[in-house]
């Protein structure tokens, strides 16, 4: 047998045919048809680019490998990637990326618009998956009550990105002179950027899957529950700060407010954190929120002062 990440990669091409032929796009026009070439063909680039990081959490979390893997396992799967895939498209609206995973946003080959309609298309397919793996986890004998918690799970973790989006919005457009100027803007920032990282981030890419595989596999003890949303939260949050480094450089570039600058402005001008280089550091912070030219040098520099930090 293939290792699972293939063997899933191949059935979730198969999910994707399954979805196309079925009554949920059964259209006539061949307009709307063109349309929905470009989002099935976008669709499987996207996901054939990932790296599978939440199946794999869920599955771990539900005891399931190769030897047991079953359908619904595959839909559950498929539904978590599928989401965080039309989460990916609609993140690149909003902050106006043209590259993800070496290959261009959709943005970039479809349009705003058309990416944007994408988005909604794959949160549909996302939907479709997560509907046939609850149909499959009961025919397998999964009781109805853990089925309702299932929903509950998947709709709180839709829910709370949404909200994680609106903050995020609101975080990026908060202009960097100001947090090193006013220091209740900074204050509020911070508190803003924790939230943004656990209802955005840590809320579909660990949490979710997590809870979802505890759950499925009949764990129904609320301590359990709880330690396991504490540690995947924390492991959602160096997730996050794991991007954020990675993306400094086109985040300082197109003046974007990433949780990662927030929370270290908080330690060292709230918090008093100071570490050597730290001055070093707010001055090419005060360099950036003054220039209208970002010199590649100078944020080398401030990612080598972090890792120092760090």
């Known amino acids: 047998m293939k290792n699972l990440p293939e063997e899933l990669t191949a059935q979730f091409r198969e999910l994707i ?11 006539s026009s061949s307009c709307i048809a063109k349309s929905l070439e470009l989002y099935f063909k976008e669709l499987e680039e996207c996901i054939l680019g990932g790296k599978l990081t939440r199946a794999s959490k869920f599955l771990s ?22 989401f965080q895939t039309a989460m990916l498209v609609h993140d690149d609206i909003i902050d106006g990326d043209a590259v993800r995973r070496g290959r261009s946003t959709s943005r970039i080959t ?3 618009n058309e990416a944007l309609l ?3 298309f ?44 609106v903050l995020d919005a609101k975080l990026v457009n908060q202009p960097l002179n100001q947090l090193l100027r006013d220091t209740n803007a900074l204050k509020s920032a911070a508190a803003d950027a924790r939230k943004v990282v656990r209802l955005k981030t840590a809320s579909y890419t660990t949490v979710a899957p997590a809870v979802l595989g505890l759950t499925l596999r009949g764990a129904d003890d609320t301590r359990v529950e709880a330690e396991t949303v504490l540690l995947e939260v924390r492991k959602g949050v160096e997730f996050q700060q794991n991007n954020d480094f990675k993306d400094l450089q086109k985040d300082i570039q197109t ?55 760090s």
């Open 17 to 27: 045919v399954e979805f196309r032929d079925s009554s949920l796009v059964d259209i």
């Open 61 to 82: 979390y539900a005891c399931v490998d190769e030897s047991n893997i079953q359908k619904m396992h595959v839909y559950f799967c498929a539904a978590l990637e599928f």
């Open 110 to 112: 479809l349009g705003e």
């Open 118 to 120: 994408l988005g909604d």
């Open 122 to 165: 794959v949160l549909s397919a996302a939907s479709w998956c997560f509907s046939k793996a609850q149909v499959h986890a009961q025919m397998e004998g999964v009781p109805l009550v853990v089925c309702s918690k299932l929903a509950d799970i998947w709709h709180k973790m839709h829910r709370d990105v949404i909200l994680g989006q």
């Open 255 to 309: 003046g974007k407010v990433s949780a990662l600058i927030v929370e270290l402005l908080e330690k060292l001008l709230l918090e008093g954190e100071v570490c050597a280089g730290d001055q070093s550091i707010l001055q090419l912070l005060e360099d950036f929120a003054n220039s209208e030219r970002i010199i590649p040098d100078q944020v080398d520099r401030l990612r080598e002062l972090l890792e120092r930090r």
